[in-house]
Every structure is written in C-alpha cells, then in structure tokens.
C-alpha cells in the first residue's frame, strides 16, 4: 500500500474551502494538463454526501486509468473521504480534511491510499513512476485551488444544483474543458448582452 499526503494552508474560511471541495468534479479542473483527471458525479446522494458515486478517468503520462469511486466519509468543514469501488486499483481511497486555523486561514490535507494492479510489476511502476506523478499531481492541484480561493473568488460555490447541472451540460458542449473556462465563457456572453442592452 502506498501513501500519499500532501497539505496546503488556504486564506478563507473553512465553509467555502469545504464547499469548493464538495464537489468533486471541481477537482479535476486542478490537475495538470498531463494528468488529464476528469471526476464526473454518477449518483448524487445528499448534495454530495455519503453514497455519492463518481467515475475519475485519469490519463497519467500516457497510461490512461479509470475507477468509479463512492464517499464514504462526509462531515462538513471537517472531512471528506471516498473509496474506489470499481477499477483497475486493488485498493484506492481519498480523503480530504480539513482545519480551521482562524476566521479566514483553512489548513487542507488530502491523502491518498492505494494498491496498484499488475503484482509486483505494479509495485515497480508505482516506484519508478506513479507514486512521483500522484504526488506532484496532488501538490499543484492543491496550490491551484489555493490560488483560486485566495484570488478574486471567480468559483462556483454557492450555486443550486439545478444552474449547476445547467452548467456541466455546457462542459460537454464545449468538449470537457474545465467548469471554470465554462463559467468564464458564460459570463462574458452575458456581459456583451448587457453592454448591447445599454
């Protein structure tokens, strides 16, 4: 078993980096380019609580992985923690905590805990090559959401569910790309509209 845990501090209240968190297709929209990691909801359980199932499909550095995951653990500002229950892992499971160190300081730590397939081949792939990019994988995405939620708060945070589904339909429109190309795509729209208007 491999473990990978990797913690940041972010600048903003622990309710809004929880909600941010919550959703987990927000996620892959962290990761970088050659991870290629998308997180789409399957079935969503109590506004994403326990039970909820999504599939992650990860294209890492060429070797393209797929497993559906379900949340196991789901107390809000405090944790969030899902495990695989269908893919080419042997085990896999993640968990996202989270600690309020003052009004607007939130310190987050995600672990990551898996088998690799393949026996002991696994194991040597794992060394030479997936346990490095799940680490520096997990270390820029936690820095990208950092520079999101201390930046100008341009996140979808607090949206209802129905605009949100509105919104991952746009996504597939435009070929996957991240929600928040969508979102910025949509605003500007909505911002020539206006200027037309005036």
């Not at 845990?5 to 996620?27: C, M, Q, W």
């Amino acid at each position: 078993m491999t473990t990978v845990t990797k913690s940041i501090d972010i600048k903003e209240k622990t309710l809004n980096v929880f909600t941010y968190f919550a959703r987990p297709e927000h996620i892959s929209d962290q990761f970088e380019e050659r991870v290629g990691m998308t997180v789409v909801p399957m079935d969503v359980k109590a506004g994403m609580g326990v039970g909820t199932t999504f599939r992650v499909i990860g294209d890492f550095d060429g070797k393209r992985l797929e497993w559906d995951c379900e949340t196991t653990e789901f107390i809000p500002e405090q944790k969030i923690a899902a495990k695989m229950i269908d893919g080419p892992f042997k085990t896999w499971n993640i968990a996202v905590e989270f600690k309020a160190l003052g009004e607007k300081l939130t310190k987050v730590t995600m672990t990551v805990n898996y088998e690799m397939p393949f026996g002991p081949l696994g194991g040597i792939l794992d060394k030479v090559k997936f346990a490095k990019t799940a680490e520096k994988g997990m270390e820029t995405a936690l820095y990208r959401v950092r520079g999101l939620l201390e930046g100008n708060g341009s996140i979808p945070v607090y949206i209802t569910l129905d605009a949100y589904r509105k919104l991952l339909a746009e996504k597939e429109k435009m070929n996957n790309v991240p929600v928040s190309t969508v979102l910025t795509t949509i605003l500007e729209k909505y911002s020539q509209i206006e200027s037309v208007k005036n």
